[in-house]
Antibody
Framework: QVQLKETGPDLVQLTQTLSITCTVSGFSLTTYNVHWVRQPPGKGLEWMGAMWNGGGTDYNSAFKSRLSISRDTSKSQVFLKMNSLQTDDTAKYFC?????????????????WGQGVMVTVSS | ETVMTQSPTSMSTSIGERVTLNCKASQSVGINVDWYQQTPGQSPKLLIYGASNRHTGVPDRFTGSGFGRDFTLTISNVEAEDLAVYYCLQYGSIPYTFGAGTKLELK
């Protein structure tokens, strides 16, 4: 069955780098796209970026150049790396699956989500 | 960036009622809008994509509509399991952006 699971640190020090891995099963990263979304405690959702099935990426400019998304298709893993962490980066980080265009035309939709990983940035 | 403004921020309802949640885009996004439902401690769940298409397995009491800048999610015959926060998402342009959410509570 389809699963996405985020793994990463619970705590990251201020100004340090965050690394989170999204390990997927039940589908191929060369067919499906994977997006990253985060949610600060008690707040709403924020789209961070996408790893497209062809290997390209798109990012939310709000993260400027401190965000990087990559993948290892042989391990079915997508990676999020963000540097220069601040306290307002404290959030639950989710990865979510987006089917290819031939399933839902050009619509973008997140049909499966991981459980998320809660990351606290500490000073 | 396209800002998605959801209204109301929260609303109280009774079981069996019909409620309408709104989402307004700062610029036209066509029909490139999804709706997600999130209950406490859970990941968001897709309800509606492409403004009006109900995702597989979503009960038909959930209906999405809209085009351009104005979108609505209507829940008919609200059930207890529908008490949650609802988010709209636009993907007309990058960055994709979510609304701040509408919390549906029991009256």
């Amino acid at each position: 069955q389809v699963q996405l699971k985020e793994t990463g640190p619970d705590l990251v020090q201020l100004t340090q780098t965050l690394s989170i891995t999204c390990t997927v099963s039940g589908f191929s990263l060369t067919t499906y796209n994977v997006h990253w979304v985060r949610q600060p405690p008690g707040k709403g959702l924020e789209w961070m970026g996408a790893m497209w099935n062809g290997g390209g990426t798109d990012y939310n400019s709000a993260f400027k150049s401190r965000l990087s998304i990559s993948r290892d298709t042989s391990k079915s893993q997508v990676f999020l790396k963000m540097n220069s962490l601040q306290t307002d980066d404290t959030a639950k980080y989710f990865c979510a699956r987006h089917p290819p265009y031939y399933y839902y035309s050009s619509y973008i939709l997140f049909d499966y989500w991981g459980q998320g990983v809660m990351v606290t940035v500490s000073s | 960036e396209t800002v998605m403004t959801q209204s109301p921020t929260s609303m109280s309802t009774s079981i069996g009622e019909r409620v309408t949640l709104n989402c307004k885009a700062s610029q036209s996004v066509g029909i490139n809008v999804d709706w997600y439902q999130q209950t406490p401690g859970q990941s968001p769940k897709l309800l509606i994509y492409g403004a009006s298409n109900r995702h597989t397995g979503v009960p038909d009491r959930f209906t999405g509509s809209g085009f351009g800048r104005d979108f609505t999610l209507t829940i008919s015959n609200v059930e207890a399991e529908d008490l949650a926060v609802y988010y709209c998402l636009q993907y007309g342009s990058i960055p994709y952006t979510f609304g701040a959410g509408t919390k549906l509570e029991l009256k």
